[in-house]
Nanobody
Framework: QVQLVESGGGSVQAGGSLRLSCAVS????????LAWFRQAPGNEREGIAN????????EYADSMEGRFTISQDRSKNTVYLQANNLKPEDTARYYC????????????????WGQGTQVTVSS
């Protein structure tokens, strides 16, 4: 079992930045994959970035690379998503997800999910 708790969301103006946090607890290994997704009302959930907790590398969705950066602090069991130059279309609920095995950006591949944190970007 893996527990995930997101935080750091809020309301910002366009051009602003936020750092989202995902606190990870439970049974994880170096091959546990942690990914960030987001979902806006009426839209499908979309993958942003992923990272292996063992630090083997990261992956970004093509449309997300450049403004979003995923990182981790193993001493705090926390994975971060730095979001810069935010735009109104980034408004969504942001989720972290985890599972063991091959790291992807497909939500169906992840077993464990947090409750999400809301990001609202005003123009």
């Amino acid at each position: 079992q893996v527990q995930l708790v997101e935080s750091g969301g809020g309301s910002v103006q366009a051009g602003g930045s936020l750092r989202l946090s995902c606190a990870v607890s439970g049974t994880t290994t170096s091959t546990t994959c942690l990914a960030w997704f987001r979902q806006a009302p009426g839209n499908e959930r979309e993958g942003i970035a992923n990272i292996y907790l063992g630090g083997y590398g990261t992956e970004y969705a093509d449309s997300m690379e450049g403004r979003f950066t995923i990182s981790q602090d193993r001493s705090k069991n926390t994975v971060y998503l730095q979001a810069n130059n935010l735009k109104p279309e980034d408004t969504a609920r942001y989720y972290c997800a985890a599972d063991d095995g091959f790291c992807t950006l497909v939500d169906a591949h992840f077993k464990y999910w947090g409750q999400g944190t809301q990001v609202t970007v005003s123009s």
